[in-house]
């Protein structure tokens, strides 16, 4: 059994050494998807692979007695349709799920009306949408595609740490905030920021008062925050953002097109790339697929729609 003052402890310097990491890595889908159209696909690679080190933490799980929270679903339109609604409001909102509260913690206070969107979509699609089962999907042990999974992270990490220094310093880097992520999914499967934000609308529909998280979640967000902001700080990125009602509308529509899709496939990019992805989950693939498609989408109307603005006087 372990202590549960030094689980705290342990659980609240992971997730800041994670904010500190992401914020000065410049963890984002959007980058990804900009870096990949320019020949460079180190970053998105690597995002989408880092999920896989949870994988490390098997051994210890046995150990402890705890089950690594990995699920598998079966693919459904729905996933597609709110995958790509996701990564429309990703774009719009110029960053996800992590990347908004890296923004915030660099001075850019306009992200937390993308985080009250987020909510607001969530509840939205929760209150309107009719029950629907998903289905577990059955399919290989988890030692097998654990297998398989690490082969191809080999791969992958020889093919990008053969490249330049900076190259590997990313590489490593989106390898460590995965470690890192995974231990905390094994010690608190419900750390993440998609899961905070789904109990935090179920307990708001529902007015259950043991749907809201529980104290030791909201100081893993603040480790989170913290850790950003101190790297931000550090790299002398934090400027406060002038305020403007303009962006405010902007991010609280993008959030709540984040928050509806979202809902729509049970978590936002952090949880698909982080858990289910690397479970070989049928709908996380094509969840994360069509949020790459949506943000991808949502890169190519950027320059029209920002010309579009400024003819009409946008900021």
């Given amino acids: 059994m372990i202590d549960p003052w030094f689980k705290l402890t342990l659980l609240m310097v992971v997730a800041g050494m994670i904010g500190y990491l992401a914020q000065r890595s410049g963890l984002c ?91 607001i979509g969530w509840c939205l699609w929760l209150a309107w949408a009719p029950p629907r089962e998903h289905l577990m999907r ?93 790297a931000a700080w550090l790299g002398h990125s934090f400027v406060l953002m002038r305020f403007s009602l303009k962006r405010v509308a902007l991010h609280l529509i993008a959030g709540t097109a984040m928050g509806v899709g979202a809902a729509m496939v049970m978590g936002g990019n952090d949880l698909q790339l982080l858990l289910t992805l690397p479970a070989a989950s049928p709908a996380a693939l094509v969840t994360v697929a069509s949020m790459l498609v949506g943000i991808y989408i949502g890169v190519l109307l950027k320059r029209p729609l920002k010309r579009v603005g400024q003819l009409l006087g946008a900021d």
């Fill in 138 to 230: 059955l399919g290989p042990t988890p030692t097998s595609y654990m297998i398989a999974e690490f082969l191809l992270l080999a791969t992958a990490s020889f093919w990008a740490i053969r490249h330049s220094a900076a190259n590997r310093r990313l590489w490593l880097t989106i390898m460590g905030i995965g470690l890192m992520s995974g231990l905390l999914f094994l010690l608190q499967p419900q750390w993440s920021p998609s899961d905070m934000v789904q109990h935090l609308t179920t307990a708001l529909l529902h007015g259950s008062s043991s749907a809201w998280p529980d104290s030791e979640r909201y100081l893993l967000l603040l480790a989170l925050l913290a850790g950003m902001l101190v």
């Fill in 29 to 119: 889908m959007i980058r990804g998807v900009t870096e990949l159209r320019a020949g460079r696909p180190t970053l998105l690679l690597a995002m989408l692979l880092c999920g896989i080190c949870v994988w490390a933490f098997v051994p210890l799980a046995s150990y402890w007695h705890i089950t690594i929270p990995h699920v598998r679903y079966q693919w459904h339109v729905l996933f597609v349709l709110g995958g790509l609604i996701f990564g429309l409001g990703t774009s719009a909102n110029g960053g996800c799920s992590v990347s908004t509260m890296s923004r915030l913690a660099r001075g850019d206070f306009h992200m937390l009306a993308t985080m009250i969107g987020w909510i």
